[in-house]
């Protein structure tokens, strides 16, 4: 099973990117049939959603090459992890458009959810959640928060060291869902 990490902020110098390529460690360090790959968001400039082609009727067929490009990538894996931002109690908007702009095919695929912000991300993680259920996406139960006033020093993300230990529970919920709707 392929998972993809999906950093999902546009911002420069954002503090998603340093959250998912610690995800993305502990990620790799794990045995078993699960393979883990990085995903950052702002590599695919994807375009505010214009087209008056609705996504879910598109056929993973998109006139932007940029949206062309975001949507291979995203229909080449079995599930995800996003690490998300929370901006002003919510989801960033690029990231919701990045999600929008696509459709099938994020249907049926397993997400899992690592917040960062004043209060953990939690605010972003359950507008999140309400959103993939549009897209019938299992859910993982567990998720990782990161609180920006105890995890950065002088803009240095430090995870503490429990954080590794519920990354791999995170991981573990992800790889079942995703054995699940493999079968």
């Not at 919510?90 to 929008?100: H, I, L, S, T």
């Amino acid at each position: 099973m392929k998972i993809g990490i999906i950093s999902g902020s546009l911002r420069n110098g954002r503090a998603t990117s340093s959250v998912a390529a610690y995800i993305h460690r502990v990620a790799a360090a794990r045995t078993g049939e699960a393979s883990y790959e990085l995903v950052e968001l702002a590599d695919f400039d994807v375009p505010l959603l214009t087209s008056p082609v609705h996504p879910m009727v598109a056929n993973k067929s998109y006139d932007d090459p940029k949206v062309q490009k975001w949507s291979e990538t995203i229909d080449g894996f079995d599930a995800f992890v996003f690490v998300t931002p929370e901006y002003n109690h919510g989801v960033p908007g690029g990231f919701k458009n990045a999600v929008d702009s696509l459709g099938a095919e994020w249907v049926g695929k397993p997400v899992a959810f690592v917040g960062h912000g004043s209060v953990g991300g939690v605010r972003a993680i359950e507008q999140w959640r309400q959103i993939v259920v549009n897209f019938s996406m299992p859910v993982a139960r567990a998720e990782v928060n990161f609180n920006m006033f105890n995890h950065w020093d002088d803009g240095t993300f430090t995870p503490a060291d429990r954080h590794d230990t519920e990354v791999d529970t995170l991981l573990d919920q992800l790889e079942g869902l995703t054995q699940k709707t493999a079968s």
